[in-house]
């Protein structure tokens, strides 16, 4: 069993700035990638930004230059720093990790932006 714990979601203005975090724990041998996945409310869930172990990382378009995903290997963390944040980037936040082939997800934590 693997389990995925965010925090850091929360409410802010348009403009501000939150810093997600995610911890894997459990019976994790060789993690390939983690990334974080967003859900608006009424529609898909959608990628925000994946890292590989090593490598670099993949973001969708309209978060290039405003967020930043980074991960901490020997502790099995991932972070997403959300600067300029904007009322469109609303959802909840699913923290994502492939352990070979196998996926596992968060419960996700809300960030409300505000306007």
């Known amino acids: 069993q693997v389990q995925l714990v965010e925090s850091g979601g929360g409410l802010v203005q348009a403009g501000g700035s939150l810093r997600l975090s995610c911890a894997a724990s459990g019976s994790i041998f060789s993690i390939n990638t983690m990334g974080w996945f967003r859900q608006i409310a009424g529609k898909q869930r959608e990628l925000v930004a994946v890292?590989?172990?090593?490598?670099?990382?993949n973001y969708r378009d309209s978060v290039k230059g405003r967020f930043t995903i980074s991960r901490d290997n020997a502790l099995n963390k991932v972070y997403l720093q959300m600067n300029s944040l904007k009322p469109e980037d609303t959802a909840v936040y699913y923290c994502?990790?492939?352990?070979?082939?196998?996926?596992?997800w968060g419960k996700g934590t809300l960030v409300t932006v505000s306007s």
């Open positions: 994502y990790l492939n352990s070979q082939g196998l996926v596992y």
């Open positions: 890292i590989p172990r090593s490598g670099s990382p």
